[in-house]
């Protein structure tokens, strides 16, 4: 009876084995896809931004550039993390900056994004409020700004850059996440303050 029960369960494990291998085979499959699709949107991403580097690089150095090619050039170096360089070029997109005042608001972001990856962080605060002044709903710059003071324990002015986040986007979950953070940082030591 042992055997018969040793045979039939070695029957039926040799049933189940090509099932097995069959979803096995399948799941790594698709892991190996979307990994292909990843990586060949990333080249292609990559190459995009080349050429558009390189067009707008071109101009530049044949001095052809405008205000909007130094910005879309100090936006392609930012997305390479190529922070001094999308610096220099947002700067000129500033100094020669001839459209809408709505627009460079997006500008004044951009550039404080850099001058916070460069570590320049009061650089930073100055570019932020000077897109907001500029654009008081771009909830962008005003969560950069929230971000920038929160990274110098500046809660309280933190706190205040998320709640404007807030009255434009209710329900924007990275202001709502620092805002509560910041909240309780000023509650906490506000408690210790007064003890």
Same mark, same amino acid.
């Given at each position: 009876? @042992? =055997?018969?029960?040793?045979?039939?369960?070695?029957?039926?494990?040799?049933?189940?084995?090509?099932?097995?291998?069959?979803?096995?085979?399948?799941?790594?499959?698709?892991? =190996?896809?979307?990994?292909? &699709?990843?990586?060949?949107? *990333? @080249?292609?991403?990559?190459?995009?931004?080349?050429?558009?580097?390189? @067009?707008?690089?071109?101009?530049?150095?044949?001095?052809?550039? !405008?205000? $909007?090619?130094?910005?879309? =050039?100090?936006?392609?170096?930012?997305?390479?993390?190529?922070?001094?360089?999308?610096?220099?070029?947002?700067?000129?997109?500033?100094?020669?900056?001839?459209?809408?005042?709505? $627009?460079?608001?997006?500008?004044?972001?951009?550039?404080?994004? !850099? &001058?916070?990856?460069?570590?320049?962080?009061?650089?930073?605060?100055?570019?932020?409020?000077?897109?907001? $002044?500029?654009?008081?709903? &771009? @909830?962008?710059?005003?969560?950069?700004?929230?971000?920038?003071?929160?990274?110098?324990?500046?809660? *309280?002015?933190?706190?205040?850059?998320?709640?404007?986040?807030?009255?434009?986007?209710?329900?924007?979950?990275?202001?709502?996440?620092?805002?509560?953070?910041?909240?309780?940082?000023?509650?906490? !030591?506000?408690?210790?303050? !007064?003890?």
């Amino acid at each position: 009876a @042992v =055997l018969y029960q040793n045979v039939a369960m070695a029957d039926m494990a040799e049933g189940l084995e090509t099932p097995v291998q069959l979803i096995y085979l399948s799941t790594l499959l698709g892991f =190996l896809v979307v990994g292909a &699709y990843l990586v060949v949107r *990333q @080249v292609l991403i990559r190459r995009e931004l080349e050429e558009a580097a390189k @067009v707008l690089g071109d101009r530049v150095r044949n001095q052809e550039a !405008s205000a $909007e090619d130094y910005f879309e =050039l100090g936006v392609i170096l930012l997305r390479k993390k190529l922070f001094t360089q999308a610096t220099t070029n947002l700067e000129k997109a500033l100094k020669s900056w001839e459209g809408e005042p709505e $627009e460079l608001a997006q500008v004044h972001n951009a550039l404080g994004y !850099s &001058y916070f990856n460069l570590e320049k962080t009061d650089a930073a605060i100055r570019e932020y409020r000077k897109a907001v $002044e500029l654009q008081p709903g &771009y @909830v962008t710059a005003w969560n950069n700004l929230g971000d920038v003071l929160e990274r110098q324990r500046k809660y *309280q002015e933190a706190y205040d850059a998320y709640q404007e986040v807030l009255a434009f986007a209710p329900d924007n979950i990275v202001a709502r996440t620092r805002s509560d953070f910041c909240k309780t940082r000023i509650d906490r !030591s506000q408690g210790i303050g !007064s003890s």
